[in-house]
């Protein structure tokens, strides 16, 4: 009996998962892809943003771009997550707030013409905003991974990838499925 519960509940899952993929606006991801490619002919900085689960997914997007499709080139894409070092984040956070962890970081590196990547599921979550916003005041091209209506940060950003699902998992899986999406078309651009 337990078996037959699981076996349902992956079959449910595994639904929703290639549901949502086929949703999901192929003309979204080869903006992005084009983005990314100016980025790296321009030699411009890639930041990536998110929290919790898409801070993971910014962090293995950036991982896959710095090695996967830079290895062996002369021209790199320069790309760095700003979730990653948890002191800037936790005085940041503390002395600050927790709000401005991103745009603060931002305030460090941002040139114009960069590129800012933000990820998240409900596209609502006020340090991303925030960030997103310094990016557009400052120059920057503003890129919005998100899920569920996409939320504000669909309507800020001027590439949005909308995953249409009311579903957390899912809309991270689909958002680490395009990074590898965008890392292998990269590579074919880049390196071949």
């Known amino acids: 009996m337990q078996v037959q519960v699981l ?13 949502a993929m086929q949703a999901v606006d192929k003309q979204q991801i080869i903006d992005i ?3 990314l490619k100016k980025a790296w002919e321009q030699r411009k900085n890639i930041f990536l943003i998110g929290n919790g689960g898409s801070a993971a997914t910014a962090s293995h997007i950036a991982c896959d771009l ?3 499709v830079s290895f062996g080139l002369e021209n790199r894409l320069k790309v760095l997550a700003l979730n990653e070092s948890i002191p800037i984040l936790l005085a940041l956070g503390n002395d600050v707030n927790f709000e ?49 209506d996409g939320g504000r940060l669909r309507a800020m950003v001027q590439h949005p990838l909308h995953v249409p699902v009311d579903d957390q998992q899912v809309a991270e899986d689909i958002h680490l499925i395009i990074g590898h999406i965008i890392m292998r078309s990269l590579v074919q ?3 071949d």
């Open 33 to 35: 892809i084009m983005v």
């Open 189 to 191: 651009f880049l390196v």
């Open 100 to 148: 401005s962890v991103f745009v603060e970081q931002l305030k460090n590196f941002l040139e114009p013409g960069d590129v800012v990547i933000a990820l998240s599921g409900s596209g609502n979550s006020p340090n991303i905003l925030e960030a997103i916003d310094y990016a557009q005041k400052n120059g920057a091209i503003t890129i919005g991974l998100c899920g569920y």
């Open 66 to 68: 710095n090695k996967g």
């Open 7 to 19: 076996e349902r509940l992956i079959d449910a899952y595994q639904d929703r998962l290639i549901s």
